[in-house]
């Protein structure tokens, strides 16, 4: 089975929903939002917490409410969502290929928004020794046991990394009925609000352990123990548990965007875009935590909609940059987003252009140069491992790319 549509958008989750919303206010028709879930939404629709939709929908909602709330516009903007469709790849001619109860099928389009999100690496990825017992998993299908399946995951639990995600895991396992008995980062510092970590420490009574690093998971069948080193001192110890969450440490869901053939940008493992969000491939776009993960919801959104202006433009005008360079980074600079910089560059979402450092740094100033001309600097106020430090990116629109690649560092 064959069809084509004008637009189609592989993900349902808040980016892909608010590029499917903002086309139809441009008055683009024919847009399809391919869903692998039985249900659009994305990642909030199993985070129960409020606190989403603050700059996008400007209120304050739960995540499941800001989820129904995101498939009433994109559905109220006349795309059409089809859920418990997979996309699964690309037809030698350039067609996605679908996977549905109702069969396989070929989807060609005249421009594909790739707003496939980003998932927190499982266990296998971060290489962690020791046996293979049950009760190992990572904040997202924690969340989806306890709030989509009303599981209950464990009693005492373990949460790898100190990251905003991490808090809220805490809220999650205490509403599945488990206690965490310590949260661990290898960082010196947690990487979360102070009100976060103050509330955490209030309610739940969770010991921080920064510095620590797993050495082990301990346990046959269910896990009983996890071995950790201080690492500073060197010590070892055993903290007994019956469950490890793996917090963060967030990779892109970017198979698709690979598949493709669009170019994958080394620091944040997406698809390489430009201030548009184009990829390298002419037609295809990428959007929300595919492009760098993770931000939070709204800024998936808003940046879905970011999208959504550069395909209203590209079907009119069918045109796609000749050249592009890429942005470079510095250590502790990480990566950044948008890393390309292409003919007809526009601006980023917000004028600014959204990296991560690895490192915890204060008052350092930030430089972006080209064959050794500054083009920008300014002074970063802080840098947290895991959040985003935004630069202003007016100087943009005048790069030469004939100068080749751009330079982002810390002096
Ligand atoms: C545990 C957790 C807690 C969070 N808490 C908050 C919070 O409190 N506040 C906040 O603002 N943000 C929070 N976030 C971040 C927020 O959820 C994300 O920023 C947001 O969901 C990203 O939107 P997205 O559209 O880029 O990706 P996603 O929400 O991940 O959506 C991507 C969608 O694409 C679908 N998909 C992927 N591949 C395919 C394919 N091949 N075919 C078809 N469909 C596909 C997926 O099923 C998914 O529905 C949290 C994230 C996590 C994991």
């Known amino acids: 089975v064959r069809r084509s549509v004008r637009v189609a958008i592989v993900g349902g989750g808040p980016a892909g929903l608010a590029a499917a919303e903002e086309l139809g206010r441009r008055g683009v028709d024919g847009v399809v939002v391919l869903e692998r879930e039985l249900e659009a939404g994305g990642v909030p629709r199993h985070a129960v917490h409020q606190g989403f939709g603050l700059r996008d929908l400007h209120r304050s909602l739960s995540g499941p409410r800001y989820a129904e709330r995101r498939r009433g516009l994109a559905e109220g903007a006349n795309a059409r969502?089809?859920?418990?469709?997979?996309?699964?790849?690309?037809?030698?001619?350039?067609?996605?290929?679908?996977?549905?109860?109702?069969?396989?099928?070929?989807?060609?389009?005249?421009?594909?928004?790739?707003?496939?999100?980003?998932?927190?690496?499982?266990?296998?990825?971060?290489?962690?020794?020791?046996?293979?017992?049950?009760?190992?998993?990572?904040?997202?299908?924690?969340?989806?046991?306890?709030?989509?399946?009303?599981?209950?995951?464990?009693?005492?639990?373990?949460?790898?990394?100190?990251?905003?995600?991490?808090?809220?895991?805490l809220a999650t396992l205490a509403h599945g009925g488990a206690e965490a008995v310590a949260?661990?980062?290898?960082?010196?510092?947690?990487?979360?609000?102070?009100?976060?970590?103050?509330?955490?420490?209030?309610?739940?009574?969770?010991?921080?352990?920064?510095?620590?690093?797993?050495?082990?998971?301990?346990?046959?069948?269910?896990?009983?123990?996890?071995?950790?080193?201080?690492?500073?001192?060197?010590?070892?110890?055993?903290?007994p548990c019956d469950l490890v969450v793996l917090t963060a440490n967030w990779v892109p869901e970017a198979e698709l965007a690979r598949t493709g053939g669009t170019e994958i940008d080394a620091g944040t493992q997406g698809p390489a875009v430009d201030a548009s969000l184009r990829t390298s491939r002419e037609g295809v776009f990428a959007a929300g935590n595919l492009t760098g993960a993770a931000e939070t919801a709204d800024l998936a959104a808003l940046s879905g909609r970011h999208a959504a202006a550069a395909i209203a433009a590209y079907l009119q005008r069918r045109s796609w940059p000749a050249a592009r360079v890429p942005i470079e980074y510095q250590?502790?600079?990480?990566?950044?987003?948008?890393?390309?910089?292409?003919?007809?560059?526009?601006?980023?979402?917000?004028?600014?252009?959204?990296?991560?450092?690895?490192?915890?740094?204060?008052?350092?100033?930030?430089?972006?140069?080209?064959?050794?001309?500054?083009?920008?600097?300014?002074?970063?106020?802080?840098?947290?491992?895991?959040?985003?430090?935004?630069?202003?990116?007016?100087?943009?629109?005048?790069?030469?790319?004939?100068?080749?690649?751009?330079?982002v560092g810390l002096d």
């Open 331 to 407: 250590a502790p600079v990480l990566w950044a987003v948008p890393n390309r910089v292409a003919t007809d560059a526009g601006q980023p979402l917000h004028r600014r252009i959204s990296m991560r450092g690895g490192e915890f740094q204060r008052l350092r100033r930030a430089r972006v140069e080209q064959g050794g001309v500054t083009l920008w600097s300014g002074v970063l106020p802080r840098i947290v491992p895991g959040r985003p430090a935004r630069i202003r990116a007016g100087w943009l629109p005048g790069v030469e790319l004939e100068q080749g690649p751009l330079r």
């Open 81 to 169: 969502i089809e859920c418990g469709t997979a996309v699964t790849g690309w037809s030698a001619d350039g067609a996605l290929e679908l996977t549905s109860p109702s069969g396989r099928e070929a989807l060609e389009a005249g421009a594909v928004l790739l707003a496939t999100g980003c998932r927190e690496r499982p266990r296998a990825a971060r290489l962690i020794a020791g046996a293979r017992p049950a009760g190992v998993m990572t904040t997202g299908t924690l969340q989806q046991l306890v709030y989509l399946h009303g599981g209950r995951p464990g009693r005492r639990a373990v949460i790898v990394g100190a990251e905003h995600v991490s808090f809220s895991a």
């Open 183 to 239: 949260m661990l980062t290898e960082l010196p510092r947690h990487q979360s609000f102070a009100a976060f970590r103050i509330g955490a420490a209030l309610r739940y009574r969770v010991p921080l352990l920064t510095s620590t690093t797993v050495v082990a998971i301990e346990g046959r069948e269910r896990v009983e123990a996890v071995r950790v080193r201080d690492l500073d001192g060197g010590g070892e110890r055993l903290l």
